[in-house]
C-alpha cells in the first residue's frame, strides 16, 4: 500500500470512528443529553452495537462479570503474549461523546486497519464498564476488576437508589461470584489506551499526539475555617470573625502558589457556608483543595505549605481551621519502554511528539499496577471535555490510527511481545 493509499485508509477510518462515537453517544439514560453510568441499561445497546462492529472481524465479544465487553483478536497461536487496548464505556452526566468511547473505537478502527493480518501477538479490546465514578462515587470499577482489586466493601457501596455494586451487577444478569474471572488473562503483558487530552496543552502546541509520561498524583482534601456569626449591618469590620472572608484570603493564596511551580494545578472547587444568609456573617466556611502533579514530592510540598498558609491566614483573623485529607493518590508512571515506541511510532507518520502529564486519572493507571501501561492521547480542540461541545478533528483521528498501526508494528520486534513461558 502506498503512502497516498495508507493515508486515505487512515482518514476513511478516522471518519468512521467519529461517525460510531456519536451512534454510541445516542444511548443515553438522558433525553437530549448524554449520561451513561455503570451498568445502566443504555450500556446494553453499547454492547450490542460495539459486538456488531466487531464480528466481521472474527471476534466474539463477551460482557465479563462487571460489565467489561472484551473480545480477542488472535495471534499467532493461543499461547502467544497479549496485548489489551481500550478505555472506558461510561460517561460523567452532561457529556461529550468522545471521552473515553474514542479510545474503544478507536482499537477497533486499528484492528480493522489490519486488514486480516495476524500478529506475533494477541489483541484483547476492552471496553470498561465504569472509570468516571458518578454511579457509585468511586472509580475505576472496570478496569479494577482486570487488576483483581474487586472486594467486599466496593461491593456494598451503594448509588442514591440504595443500590449496592452487587445488586447493579445481578440486576444486570451478571454473576458477582465470577469476577475473579475478570482478571487478566496470564498471557496479558501491556496496556494500551488512546485517549483525548481534555486539555488545552496539545492545541496550544499545535500538535495532534501526545505521548502520555505519567498520571499526575492526586491529593484531594476539605478545610473548615470556623469564626463567629453575626449581624452583618450593626458589626463593625475590625470586630468580625468572619470564616468565608478567611477562606476567600486562602483561595487566592492557592492559585497564587500553583501559578509558581511548574506543572501543578490546585483548584478550590467548592464552597460551603453557614449559615448561608446574605445578612448573616459566615461562621463556618468549608472548601474543597484539589492538588496535582506528576512528581509526588512537589505536590506533597505545595499540599504542606497551602495547610500552613490556611493555618495562618486563620490566626491573623482570630478564626480556626481544621483539615482532612479524603485522597492522596500517588502519581503512576507510564512504562518508559512502551513511550518510547509511541514516541518513535508519532514520528514515523510524521508528527512531532510532546511527551506531558496527564492531569485526569484513566484506566491505565489501575492496570498500571500489574503490566506495562501506556497512553496516547489526542489533541482537544479548545480544551473542551467532559462537555457537549467537546470535539476532534478528523485528521488528528486518522494521525492516531496511523500511529497506532505503526505501533503494533513496531511492537511485533519487541520480546515482551514474543511467545514466552507463561506466568505462574
Given at each position: 500500500?502506498?503512502?497516498?493509499?495508507?493515508?486515505?485508509?487512515?482518514?476513511?477510518?478516522?471518519e468512521?470512528?467519529?461517525?460510531?462515537?456519536?451512534?454510541?453517544?445516542?444511548?443515553?439514560?438522558?433525553?437530549?443529553?448524554?449520561?451513561?453510568?455503570?451498568?445502566?441499561?443504555?450500556?446494553?445497546?453499547?454492547?450490542?452495537?460495539?459486538?456488531?462492529?466487531?464480528?466481521?472481524?472474527?471476534?466474539?465479544a463477551?460482557?465479563?462479570?462487571?460489565g467489561?465487553?472484551?473480545?480477542?483478536?488472535?495471534?499467532?497461536?493461543?499461547?502467544?503474549?497479549?496485548l489489551?487496548?481500550?478505555?472506558?464505556?461510561?460517561?460523567?452526566?452532561?457529556?461529550?461523546?468522545?471521552?473515553?468511547?474514542?479510545?474503544?473505537?478507536?482499537?477497533?478502527?486499528?484492528?480493522?486497519?489490519?486488514?486480516?493480518?495476524?500478529?506475533?501477538?494477541?489483541?484483547?479490546l476492552?471496553?470498561?464498564?465504569?472509570?468516571?465514578?458518578?454511579?457509585f462515587?468511586?472509580?475505576?470499577?472496570g478496569?479494577?476488576?482486570?487488576?483483581?482489586?474487586?472486594?467486599?466493601?466496593?461491593?456494598s457501596?451503594?448509588?442514591?437508589?440504595?443500590?449496592?455494586?452487587?445488586?447493579?451487577?445481578?440486576?444486570?444478569?451478571?454473576?458477582?461470584?465470577?469476577?475473579?474471572?475478570?482478571?487478566?488473562?496470564?498471557?496479558?503483558?501491556?496496556?494500551?489506551?488512546?485517549?483525548?487530552?481534555?486539555?488545552?496543552?496539545?492545541?496550544?502546541?499545535?500538535?495532534?499526539?501526545?505521548?502520555?509520561?505519567?498520571?499526575?498524583?492526586?491529593?484531594?482534601?476539605?478545610f473548615?475555617?470556623?469564626?463567629?456569626?453575626?449581624?452583618?449591618?450593626?458589626?463593625?469590620?475590625?470586630?468580625?470573625?468572619?470564616?468565608?472572608?478567611?477562606?476567600?484570603?486562602?483561595?487566592?493564596?492557592?492559585e497564587?502558589?500553583?501559578?509558581?511551580?511548574?506543572?501543578?494545578?490546585?483548584?478550590?472547587?467548592?464552597?460551603?457556608?453557614?449559615?448561608?444568609?446574605?445578612?448573616?456573617?459566615?461562621?463556618?466556611?468549608?472548601?474543597?483543595?484539589d492538588?496535582?502533579?506528576?512528581?509526588?514530592?512537589?505536590?506533597?510540598?505545595?499540599?504542606?505549605?497551602?495547610?500552613?498558609?490556611?493555618q495562618?491566614?486563620?490566626?491573623?483573623?482570630?478564626?480556626?481551621?481544621?483539615?482532612?485529607?479524603?485522597m492522596?493518590?500517588?502519581?503512576?508512571?507510564?512504562?518508559?519502554?512502551?513511550?518510547?515506541?509511541?514516541?518513535?511510532?508519532?514520528?514515523?507518520?510524521?508528527?512531532?511528539?510532546?511527551?506531558?502529564?496527564?492531569?485526569?486519572?484513566?484506566?491505565?493507571?489501575?492496570?498500571?499496577?500489574?503490566?506495562?501501561?501506556?497512553?496516547?492521547?489526542?489533541?482537544?480542540?479548545?480544551?473542551?471535555?467532559?462537555?457537549?461541545?467537546?470535539?476532534?478533528?478528523?485528521?488528528?483521528?486518522?494521525?492516531?490510527?496511523?500511529?497506532?498501526?505503526?505501533?503494533?508494528?513496531?511492537?511485533?520486534?519487541?520480546?515482551?511481545?514474543?511467545?514466552?513461558?507463561?506466568?505462574?
Amino acid at each position: 500500500m502506498t503512502l497516498t493509499q495508507k493515508t486515505a485508509n487512515a482518514t476513511r477510518l478516522a471518519e468512521l470512528a467519529i461517525a460510531r462515537c456519536r451512534a454510541l453517544a445516542s444511548f443515553s439514560e438522558d433525553m437530549g443529553s448524554l449520561r451513561r453510568t455503570f451498568l445502566s441499561l443504555p450500556m446494553r445497546d453499547v454492547h450490542r452495537e460495539i459486538a456488531a462492529w466487531l464480528a466481521p472481524l472474527s471476534m466474539n465479544a463477551r460482557v465479563d462479570a462487571v460489565g467489561n465487553l472484551r473480545a480477542v483478536y488472535p495471534g499467532a497461536d493461543s499461547s502467544v503474549p497479549r496485548l489489551l487496548l481500550g478505555s472506558h464505556l461510561d460517561t460523567v452526566p452532561n457529556a461529550g461523546i468522545y471521552d473515553g468511547m474514542l479510545g474503544v473505537v478507536l482499537a477497533i478502527s486499528i484492528l480493522e486497519g489490519l486488514e486480516g493480518r495476524h500478529l506475533p501477538y494477541s489483541i484483547e479490546l476492552v471496553g470498561f464498564s465504569e472509570e468516571e465514578g458518578v454511579r457509585f462515587g468511586i472509580p475505576f470499577i472496570g478496569s479494577r476488576a482486570l487488576a483483581g482489586r474487586i472486594d467486599d466493601e466496593l461491593l456494598s457501596k451503594q448509588d442514591s437508589a440504595g443500590i449496592s455494586v452487587r445488586k447493579a451487577i445481578e440486576l444486570f444478569g451478571l454473576n458477582p461470584g465470577e469476577i475473579p474471572d475478570a482478571v487478566i488473562d496470564k498471557n496479558a503483558c501491556a496496556y494500551l489506551e488512546f485517549h483525548i487530552e481534555q486539555g488545552p496543552v496539545l492545541e496550544s502546541l499545535g500538535r495532534p499526539l501526545g505521548v502520555v509520561e505519567a498520571i499526575a498524583g492526586q491529593t484531594r482534601m476539605d478545610f473548615l475555617f470556623t469564626g463567629r456569626a453575626n449581624h452583618a449591618g450593626t458589626t463593625p469590620m475590625n470586630l468580625r470573625f468572619d470564616a468565608m472572608a478567611g477562606a476567600a484570603e486562602w483561595i487566592v493564596v492557592v492559585e497564587r502558589t500553583a501559578r509558581t511551580i511548574p506543572g501543578l494545578v490546585a483548584t478550590v472547587g467548592a464552597v460551603e457556608t453557614r449559615p448561608g444568609a446574605t445578612n448573616v456573617i459566615a461562621s463556618e466556611a468549608r472548601v474543597s483543595l484539589d492538588v496535582r502533579n506528576a512528581k509526588d514530592g512537589l505536590r506533597n510540598r505545595a499540599v504542606e505549605q497551602l495547610t500552613r498558609d490556611a493555618q495562618e491566614i486563620a490566626r491573623a483573623r482570630g478564626l480556626s481551621v481544621s483539615s482532612n485529607v479524603r485522597m492522596n493518590q500517588p502519581a503512576v508512571p507510564m512504562d518508559a519502554t512502551l513511550s518510547s515506541q509511541i514516541e518513535g511510532a508519532v514520528r514515523e507518520v510524521g508528527c512531532e511528539p510532546h511527551r506531558m502529564a496527564s492531569g485526569a486519572g484513566h484506566d491505565a493507571m489501575i492496570l498500571a499496577e500489574k503490566i506495562p501501561s501506556a497512553m496516547i492521547f489526542l489533541r482537544t480542540p479548545n480544551g473542551i471535555s467532559h462537555d457537549p461541545a467537546e470535539s476532534v478533528l478528523v485528521d488528528d483521528v486518522a494521525k492516531a490510527i496511523e500511529c497506532g498501526l505503526q505501533l503494533l508494528d513496531q511492537l511485533s520486534s519487541q520480546p515482551l511481545f514474543h511467545p514466552r513461558t507463561p506466568r505462574a
